[in-house]
Each structure stands twice: as structure tokens, then as C-alpha cells.
């Protein structure tokens, strides 16, 4: 297992200032502990070659996870082991392992163009010349970026930025690469780019843990998604998965020849009745065989047009978020 991670909590201890002036110069004197579990004890582990979409409200824990993870923040109690390195223990060692992006933090510096930070962090990772060079090229081409390397970051639009941000995390060839966000704000065509960018990687051996609130980057890169709510993991299996939680496994839209009755077939369930002749069906796949539906369908309205297609993994992960919130914390 490339990553284990054992029971972990975060609780964030904050101090109550008051609202008041007078609270204010009070809270000088006695200070008021605030506690905030923001992850309460999770566990889960992740293999070599594996892209791991993290998914979850605002608030969830995310980020407060994926810090942990590369080291930048302690937990409260809880065991985590990356490729043998307990990551805030073994920082200095362990980010030579390691790649980071975050949407919204750059690692590059503002004034200077791409390239030069390239060149600093072949001397902070101390990578061999010739090594350097062809990830370098690889990296370059990869991303249609030679250009804009050479111009100052600041003159970049985000999606040239952002492809930078992913060539300089992968010059040291990192095993793992984090990333939070890293499509946020990008155009379509950006975000295609850098999602083949991750895919790419991915076949050329390199596992990714991604956080995100793009339902598309999941849908395309992940092959695993695990779901967090309240600190605490409430799904964690195969994207495949989600899709059939809901009971309903299939969506039928329908363009009927005769209007609707009242009763549709066993086993389906009106979503949506668009007009009398049009309606999208919700088809419970375990209980009844779809065949037989379209069967029915066709012998009571007749079929002008159908289309068939999995739920929005939209709407199961909305079900998810909205469960947790009335179940309380696990
Ligand atoms: N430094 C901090 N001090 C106190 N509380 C914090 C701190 N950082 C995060 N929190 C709180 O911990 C909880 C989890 O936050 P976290 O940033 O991990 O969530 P997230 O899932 O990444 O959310 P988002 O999708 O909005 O980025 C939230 O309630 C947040 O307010």
C-alpha cells in the first residue's frame, strides 16, 4: 500500500475573541477555547498507480486531509505512513517524493518567468543535469508550453499558468502528486488539457490524490472517489459505485407517439414529465429488466424518440451530502 492512513483526526483549536469591545479586551485576559473537528477520525488507504478523486461540501476537511497528507500540518492523533515517510515528521525528506498543485496557490513566483523557477527547483531538489533536461523537454511538450515558459508569470492567463504549476511539480518526478483544485476557473479547453496532462501521467506510473468540486474531473480521471461530510468518509469505492446508489441505475427519456396516461410501467419512476409526450423515467435495473420496460412503454405510448443514460453522478452526490447532514457525524 503506497498510502495508509489510520484514524485520523484534526481538531483545530481556535480562541474566541468576542464580539463586543468590551468582550474584546476582555478575552485578552481569559481566553476562550474553541474547538473545531475538521477531520474526526478517518481511515483509508490508497495503492501505487491509483487516482483518488477527494469529494465534499465546503468545509468537509478536505484540504485539512490533503495537508496532512504532504506534511505541511500535524494531526491531532491518528497514523499515516506515504511510501514509508510519516509526512510531517520526514517533510525534508519525504516532498522530494512528492508533488503538489493547488488551484489556488501558486508555487511560481510572480515576477520571474516559469523557466527560471524550473531551473530553482532543479537546484532545491538537487535533480542530476540530464535528468533535468528531459523531463524538462517531456514536460514542455507535453503541455504546449515552450513559449509561454519564457514570459513572466504574471503576463500568464490562468490556463498557461496553471499548466506551469504542473510542469515544475513534476520535475523531480514525484511518485505521488496532490492536488487541490486544479482545474478551478479554467475554460473547457484548459481543463481538457490538463486533465490528459494527469491521465497521461497517470499511465506512466504516477498516482494522483485530487480534491475538486468539478464532478467532471472525477467523471473523466478518477477511477476511485472517496466522499468526505463533517470530517468523516461516507463513500469510498469505484465511480462506477456512486452511479448505482440511488437504486435507480438507468435514466430513460422518452418522446412518446400518444399522450401519457396516469401509470407508467413497474419499475420506473417519473422524474420529470416535460409535456405529454415527453418524460424522463428514473428505470430500477435490479428489480425489473429494461427490455421489458421499453416493451411496455412502447405498447402504451408508443416510442418516437428515446435516450438512455446513467443518473448525474450530480444528483447521488447531492443525496450523499444531504443524508450526512441529517444523520450527524459517524
Ligand atoms: N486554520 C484553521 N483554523 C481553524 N479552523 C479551520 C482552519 N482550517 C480549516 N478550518 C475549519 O475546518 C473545517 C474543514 O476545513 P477544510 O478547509 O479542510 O474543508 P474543505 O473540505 O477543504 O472545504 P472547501 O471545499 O471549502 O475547501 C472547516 O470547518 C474550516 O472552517
Given at each position: 500500500m503506497l498510502i495508509q492512513v489510520e484514524n485520523l483526526?484534526?481538531?483545530?483549536?481556535?480562541?474566541?475573541?468576542?464580539?463586543?469591545?468590551?468582550?474584546?479586551?476582555?478575552s485578552l485576559f481569559v481566553r476562550k477555547q474553541k474547538q473545531i473537528p475538521a477531520v474526526t477520525g478517518?481511515?483509508?488507504?490508497?495503492?501505487?498507480?491509483?487516482?483518488?478523486?477527494?469529494?465534499?461540501?465546503?468545509?468537509?476537511?478536505?484540504?485539512?486531509?490533503?495537508?496532512?497528507?504532504?506534511?505541511?500540518?500535524?494531526?491531532?492523533?491518528?497514523?499515516?505512513?506515504?511510501?514509508?515517510?510519516?509526512?510531517?515528521?520526514?517533510?525534508?525528506?519525504?516532498?522530494?517524493?512528492?508533488?503538489v498543485v493547488f488551484g489556488q496557490k501558486s508555487q511560481l513566483l510572480w515576477d520571474i518567468?516559469?523557466?527560471?523557477?524550473?531551473?530553482?527547483?532543479?537546484a532545491i531538489y538537487d535533480i542530476p543535469d540530464a535528468e533535468f533536461e528531459e523531463t524538462l523537454g517531456r514536460?514542455?511538450?507535453?503541455?504546449?508550453?515552450?513559449?509561454?515558459?519564457?514570459?513572466?508569470?504574471?503576463?500568464?492567463?490562468?490556463?498557461?499558468?496553471?499548466?506551469?504549476?504542473?510542469?515544475?511539480?513534476?520535475?523531480?518526478?514525484?511518485q505521488i502528486v496532490f492536488l487541490d483544485e486544479p482545474t478551478i476557473g479554467l475554460d473547457v479547453i484548459a481543463k481538457e488539457k490538463i486533465r490528459g496532462f494527469i491521465a497521461?501521467?497517470?499511465?506512466?506510473?504516477?498516482?494522483f490524490i485530487l480534491t475538486t468540486h468539478d464532478l467532471d474531473d472525477v467523471e473523466q480521471l478518477a477511477q476511485r472517489v472517496i466522499v468526505i461530510n463533517h470530517g468523516a468518509i461516507v463513500f469510498d469505492d469505484a465511480i462506477q459505485r456512486l452511479r448505482t446508489m440511488t437504486g435507480s441505475s438507468k435514466m430513460l427519456r422518452l418522446?412518446?407517439?400518444?399522450?401519457?396516461?396516469?401509470?407508467?410501467?413497474?419499475g420506473t419512476r417519473l422524474v420529470k414529465r416535460l409535456s405529454d409526450y415527453e418524460a424522463e423515467l428514473a428505470v430500477d435495473t435490479a428489480t425489473v429488466e429494461l427490455g421489458q420496460?421499453?416493451?411496455?412503454?412502447?405498447?402504451?405510448f408508443g416510442i418516437k424518440d428515446m435516450s438512455l443514460e446513467d443518473p448525474a453522478i450530480e444528483h447521488v452526490i447531492k443525496e450523499l451530502y444531504v443524508a450526512q447532514a441529517g444523520g450527524g457525524g459517524t
Open positions: 483526526r484534526k481538531t483545530y483549536v481556535t480562541y474566541e475573541r468576542g464580539h463586543t469591545f468590551k468582550e474584546t479586551v476582555a478517518i481511515s483509508f488507504g490508497i495503492e501505487a498507480g491509483e487516482i483518488v478523486g477527494f469529494l465534499g461540501p465546503n468545509g468537509a476537511g478536505k484540504s485539512t486531509t490533503l495537508k496532512i497528507l504532504t506534511g505541511v500540518l500535524h494531526p491531532t492523533s491518528g497514523a499515516v505512513s506515504v511510501m514509508g515517510y510519516t509526512p510531517w515528521r520526514q517533510r525534508k525528506h519525504y516532498v522530494r517524493h512528492i508533488g518567468p516559469p523557466i527560471d523557477a524550473f531551473y530553482m527547483n532543479k514536460m514542455i511538450a507535453l503541455l504546449d508550453v515552450a513559449d509561454v515558459v519564457r514570459k513572466p508569470t504574471r503576463q500568464l492567463s490562468l490556463g498557461e499558468r496553471m499548466k506551469c504549476e504542473f510542469a515544475m511539480a513534476m520535475l523531480h518526478r514525484p497521461e501521467m497517470n499511465k506512466q506510473g504516477v498516482t418522446t412518446a407517439k400518444r399522450p401519457f396516461g396516469q401509470s407508467f410501467p413497474a420496460v421499453i416493451q411496455q412503454l412502447s405498447e402504451s
